[in-house]
T-cell receptor, first 114, second 114 residues
Framework: KAGVTQTPRYLIKTRGQQVTLSCSPI?????VSWYQQTPGQGLQFLFE???????NKGNFPGRFSGRQFSNSRSEMNVSTLELGDSALYLC?????????????FGQGTRLTVV | DQQVKQNSPSLSVQEGRISILNCDYT??????FLWYKKYPAEGPTFLIS?????DKNEDGRFTVFLNKSAKHLSLHIVPSQPGDSAVYFC?????????????FGRGTQLTVWP
């Protein structure tokens, strides 16, 4: 069974540009969540999509947005990039196991804003 | 507001000894706890979990202990091996939240030396 696939792995963008990151979840998983990891910080929750609907959102500005397609693949978009957006962006594919969540992560996209 | 806290940013242990990584939480709605291991430039990989109805869960060299009254959990690795050197993240799931919403600590860098 294939794992969570994120593309691209690395990205360099200039301030003010926009960027789109992609995530393909594990087959059969309908929940996709996005997290931002910066040095010294844990994983900060961005948002979660389930069956093409955003079900939860973290405390990030509106420049961060996402969507999910009918095949559960998800994209995350960041507009008007700032230097502080440089981070590792992680996608998690989740499924219910009994009463609890099993969450599996992709390898991440390393975004550098210059 | 950091609801999951890992107060030790780093831990250094000799090979063969026990590694104990600690995690505290503040939200009494958390009902499931997970530990992830992360190598540089990779996504977090699931290690072990525990539900709030248990106080201990073992998987090979890894044991997680949960003290609900103290809102504290710990991960024990016995015996520690150099390959265990990585960042360990504690995460929690809130029974009142959505499937893919996990709350993470900031991580503890474990170094196992020969």
């Amino acid at each position: 069974k294939a794992g969570v696939t994120q593309t691209p792995r690395y990205l360099i963008k200039t301030r003010g540009q926009q960027v789109t990151l992609s995530c393909s979840p594990i087959s059969g998983h309908r929940s996709v969540s996005w997290y931002q990891q910066t040095p010294g910080q844990g994983l900060q929750f961005l948002f979660e999509y389930f069956s093409e609907t955003q079900r939860n959102k973290g405390n990030f500005p509106g420049r961060f947005s996402g969507r999910q397609f009918s095949n559960s693949r998800s994209e995350m978009n960041v507009s008007t990039l700032e230097l502080g957006d440089s981070a590792l962006y992680l996608c998690a594919s989740s499924v219910r196991s009994g009463s609890y969540t099993e969450a599996f992560f992709g390898q991440g996209t390393r975004l550098t804003v210059v | 507001d950091q609801q999951v806290k890992q107060n030790s940013p780093s831990l250094s242990v000799q090979e063969g000894r026990i590694s104990i990584l600690n995690c505290d939480y503040t939200n009494s709605m958390f009902d499931y706890f997970l530990w992830y291991k992360k190598y540089p430039a990779e996504g977090p990989t699931f290690l072990i979990s525990i539900s709030s109805i248990k106080d201990k869960n073992e998987d090979g060299r890894f044991t997680v202990f949960l003290n609900k009254s103290a809102k504290h959990l710990s991960l024990h690795i016995v015996p520690s091996q150099p390959g265990d050197s990585a960042v360990y993240f504690c995460a929690a799931s809130d029974r009142g939240s959505t499937l893919g919403r996990l709350y993470f600590g900031r991580g503890t860098q474990l170094t196992v030396w020969p």
